[in-house]
Nanobody, 122 residues
């Protein structure tokens, strides 16, 4: 059974940093797309960053230059380094994994973690 378990969320002041981790089990995702999504209260879930099976990354404009998505295939773990955090980054962050090498509308994320809360105070 596939499991994705996020950790590393918490409360941080604006301008601070956090590093989220997502440990995957039940399947090796080294060749598959993975990503981070977030959902703020009263808002729809939005894509934050993705990383392809080949290691290419994509970032939402709102986090570009501040967040870095990476993966350690040996540990089957996905990371999200978040710097220069802003109050508008406050959300539940979800890790996701796909069944294809790239994430797209025709190859959506298939597996989801339970989420970890990130709260940025002003």
């Amino acid at each position: 059974q596939v499991q994705l378990v996020e950790s590393g969320g918490g409360l941080v002041q604006a301008g601070g940093s956090l590093r989220l981790s997502c440990a995957a089990s039940g399947r090796t995702f080294s060749s598959y797309a993975m990503g981070w999504f977030r959902q703020a209260p009263g808002k729809e879930r939005e894509l934050v960053a993705t990383i392809s099976g080949g290691g290419g990354t994509y970032y939402a404009d709102s986090v570009k230059g501040r967040f870095t998505c990476s993966r350690d295939n040996a540990k089957n773990t996905l990371y999200l380094q978040m710097n220069s955090l802003k109050p508008e980054d406050t959300a539940v962050y979800y890790c996701a994994a796909g069944s294809g090498r790239y994430y797209s509308g025709s190859s959506p994320m298939r597996y989801w973690g339970q989420g970890t809360q990130v709260t940025v105070s002003s």
